[in-house]
C-alpha cells in the first residue's frame, strides 16, 4: 500500500477527466479531514457542510457513494498500517452530457465525480503545537454572500494571501474583507478572547464556515462555561483582546502569540478550550 493514494470515482490511481467541471470552472466543493485511531474525525459536520454546500450550488449530492469512497479509504489506510492521516473528498459537478455545452457555463450534466485523496501526517493531535507568528494580509477579501460559509473550490483568494505571506516569510496571516472586517486567517478560522467573552467573525458575506469552528461555539465553549459571540470585528479588537487562536479541522486549536508584532502572551482560555476540543471530538468520533 503506497501513500499518498487518490481515487476517481472509485477507482484507486484514477484520472480526472480534462472536461470535467471542478477542473475548468471550480465547479465543485471539498472537505479536509482528519483521520485518527482508524476514525474520520468530525466526519458528519463535514457532511452536513458539503450537503449545504451542494444545494447553494445546485449539485446532486451521491451521499451513498461518498460513503462508499469513505470506506474504501479507511480499509485502505488500515492495510497501509496508517494510523494518522489527511483525507480530501473533492466533489465537482462532473462532465457535461453534451461536450459541445460542456465548453460553457450552462448545459445539463452527467452524475457528479466523486475524487478522493489520502496523505500520511504526522500532526500531533493531542500535542501543543507551536503558537502562531501572524501578519495582517494586506489582500482583502472580496464579499459574496451566495458563496458564504461554504467550501467550494474556487480558493484564489486565499493562494494570492498564501503567496503574500510567503514573500515575507510567514506561513499565516489573518483576512479582513474590503470595508476592514475581520474574517478569517488564511487556513482557519479566528477567535478572539474579548472582555472573557468568546468571539468570532461573523461570516454572512465571505469567508468558510469551519467544522472546529462551529463546533466550538455550539458545544464546546458552553461545555466549558464560555459565553461565545459571532458578530462584526475589526482590526481595534485584535488590539484590545486577552488571547486570540485559530482552528481547523487539521490542526484543531492553535495558540497565536504575535500579531503584526504584538505579543498576545495569554493562553489559559485556548489550552482549556484545546484539550476539551480534543476529549470531544474522540467522544463524537
Keep these: 500500500m503506497v501513500l499518498p493514494a487518490h481515487w476517481v470515482n472509485m477507482q484507486l490511481a484514477g484520472q480526472i477527466d480534462p472536461?470535467?467541471?471542478?477542473?475548468?470552472?471550480?465547479?465543485?466543493?471539498?472537505?479536509?479531514?482528519?483521520?485518527?485511531?482508524?476514525?474520520?474525525?468530525?466526519?458528519?459536520?463535514?457532511m452536513e457542510r458539503l450537503q449545504h454546500g451542494c444545494k447553494v450550488l445546485e449539485i446532486p449530492c451521491p451521499e451513498s457513494r461518498i460513503a462508499d469512497q469513505f470506506a474504501a479509504t479507511a480499509d485502505y489506510l488500515a492495510a497501509a498500517a496508517c494510523g494518522s492521516a489527511t483525507v480530501r473528498l473533492l466533489l465537482t459537478r462532473g462532465n457535461a452530457l453534451d461536450q459541445t455545452e460542456g465548453r460553457g457555463y450552462g448545459g445539463e450534466h452527467e452524475q457528479p465525480s466523486v475524487v478522493m485523496s489520502a496523505f500520511a501526517t504526522s500532526l500531533p493531535w493531542r500535542s501543543e503545537l507551536p503558537a502562531l507568528t501572524l501578519r495582517t494580509c494586506e489582500y482583502q477579501l472580496p464579499r459574496h454572500p451566495r458563496?458564504?460559509?461554504?467550501?467550494?473550490?474556487?480558493?484564489?483568494?486565499?493562494?494570492l494571501a498564501a503567496r503574500e505571506l510567503r514573500r515575507h516569510g510567514f506561513n499565516e496571516g489573518l483576512l479582513y474583507d474590503l470595508e476592514g472586517h475581520l474574517i478569517s486567517g488564511v487556513a482557519a478560522n479566528v477567535f478572539l478572547v474579548l472582555d472573557g467573552v468568546l468571539v468570532t467573525p461573523e461570516l454572512s458575506n465571505c469567508g468558510i464556515a469551519g467544522t472546529v469552528r462551529d463546533a466550538l461555539l455550539s458545544i464546546v465553549a458552553p461545555r466549558c462555561g464560555l459565553r461565545v459571540a459571532e458578530r462584526s470585528l475589526g482590526a481595534a479588537d485584535i488590539q484590545r483582546a486577552s488571547e486570540i487562536f485559530l482552528t481547523s479541522s487539521l490542526q484543531g486549536v492553535r495558540q497565536v502569540a504575535i500579531v503584526d508584532g504584538v505579543e498576545f502572551p495569554e493562553h489559559s482560555v485556548t489550552d482549556q478550550l484545546r484539550h476539551s476540543f480534543c476529549d470531544w471530538s474522540e467522544e463524537a468520533a
Design 147 to 159: 458563496l458564504a460559509g461554504i467550501k467550494h473550490c474556487n480558493r484564489l483568494d486565499q493562494v
Design 19 to 46: 472536461l470535467d467541471r471542478g477542473l475548468v470552472y471550480g465547479d465543485g466543493l471539498f472537505e479536509t479531514l482528519r483521520y485518527e485511531k482508524d476514525r474520520y474525525h468530525l466526519l458528519q459536520a463535514h
